[in-house]
């Protein structure tokens, strides 16, 4: 049985936004060229989003909370048409006073995408009100770093080697392998004599077949690996392949909308679930589904969108929150030549450290948006 979703009563477990009295909504249509990924579903060069700032006044408190949504082309249903118009059908109706309750407008947004970008900047904006970090509004013990994958995209044999012992060199101590041709198993084999110790996860992006995945999946038993996601793109076959396999199967692509990972959870058709939660919908949701997981015994790993770097803080804020910081997310993912604002890389020896600063931690202001599109 498939578990719905519920209207979000809470911007996350224990939060209400009662308090939370908006005045202002801000958008900007974020664009950034990256630096390329080979994946087996193409080569993406650019993402486009949109970034959210809200002003609110929060138990006398005014304060300024930030989001961003974007969303993945090929990934679920939002458009960026789609988002920007939910998102500024919010904008007015807040500019026009008729309606300023956060949880009518959160429960009003369609768009998952959208979902978790307002809800971000409302919790930012929150927690710079209460002067702690957004993590700690969700749990006071929440972990101050969280440990992150490198990733290695489809590239020659001699060329992923190379990248996988710079991984190792940097820090990182996971490394996850792009997949999806003929040479899968050699790449991930010569990297396991390389690098013994480094744990090794696959990701073949759904671009495997039946009979291959059978095949890769038994000949890279004896390396060890992590887990491979998302072997194949029929979700419906996922639960099979997974009584089948001797190698941990994951999900990823077939998390999405959230009401296929929940189908995912009551089939018990895979091992871990891989969650892009800027994808997902609100906080609440994600937190929701993630505790469905772990009480159904399945392992839990985030990564993001590819998103900038407001969407990736929120990401990573509510990993420290949902998982703690052991975890290896998928979060060492700063691949834009230009990202908003400041560079936030904080990585150091494969952990991601988030900073004591009130909020998501960000220093960002218009000034930051100048030069993208209002």
Not at 205 to 224: T, Y
Request: negative net charge.
């Amino acid at each position: 049985m498939v578990t719905m979703i519920e209207p979000s009563v809470h911007l996350a477990p224990g939060l209400s936004a009662s308090d939370v009295e908006l005045f202002e909504i801000d958008l900007w249509r974020f664009r950034g060229t990256l630096r390329p990924l080979a994946t087996a579903r193409g080569v993406l060069s650019e993402r486009e989003s949109i970034i959210v700032r809200v002003h609110a006044d929060v138990a006398g408190f005014s304060v300024t909370g930030w989001g961003e949504a974007a969303p993945l082309p090929g990934w679920g249903t939002d458009t960026l048409s789609r988002v920007r118009f939910e998102l500024s059908r919010v904008r007015d109706m807040v500019f026009a006073g008729a309606q300023a309750d956060p949880i009518t407008l959160l429960d009003g947004l369609e768009c998952p995408t959208a979902r978790f970008a307002f809800t971000s900047a409302l919790l930012d904006a929150i927690a710079h009100a209460r002067r702690k970090p957004l993590r700690h509004l969700i749990d006071p013990g929440a972990a101050h770093s969280i440990s992150v994958n490198a990733t290695v995209g489809l590239e020659s044999i001699p060329r992923t080697i190379e990248l996988a012992r710079q991984a190792w060199t940097a820090g990182f101590r996971t490394l996850k392998l792009k997949a999806g041709n003929q040479e899968d198993v050699e790449r991930a084999s010569q990297v396991r004599k390389a690098l013994p110790d480094m744990t090794l996860r696959l990701d073949a992006n759904g671009s495997w077949n039946w009979e291959d995945a059978l095949r890769h999946l038994e000949a890279l038993e004896p390396l060890g690996i992590d887990y491979v996601e998302q072997p194949v793109s029929d979700s419906a076959t996922l639960g099979e392949l997974r009584a089948r396999s001797p190698v941990a199967i994951a999900a990823d692509e077939s998390c999405l909308p959230i009401a296929a990972a929940y189908r995912l959870i009551d089939e018990q058709a895979v091992d871990v679930l891989v969650l892009k939660p800027a994808l997902l919908g609100a906080w609440a949701d994600i937190t929701k589904l993630v505790a469905t997981a772990h009480d159904a015994g399945l392992r839990v790993v985030f990564t993001s969108a590819i998103e900038s770097t407001v969407g990736r803080t929120a990401t990573a804020q509510i990993a420290a929150a949902l998982l703690g910081g052991d975890i290896a997310c998928g979060l060492a993912t700063d691949w834009f030549e230009r990202d908003v604002g400041a560079p936030q890389r904080r990585i150091r020896e494969g952990r991601l450290y988030l900073g004591s600063g009130n909020g998501l931690g960000l220093q960002l202001g218009a000034d930051h948006m100048k030069e993208f599109d209002p």
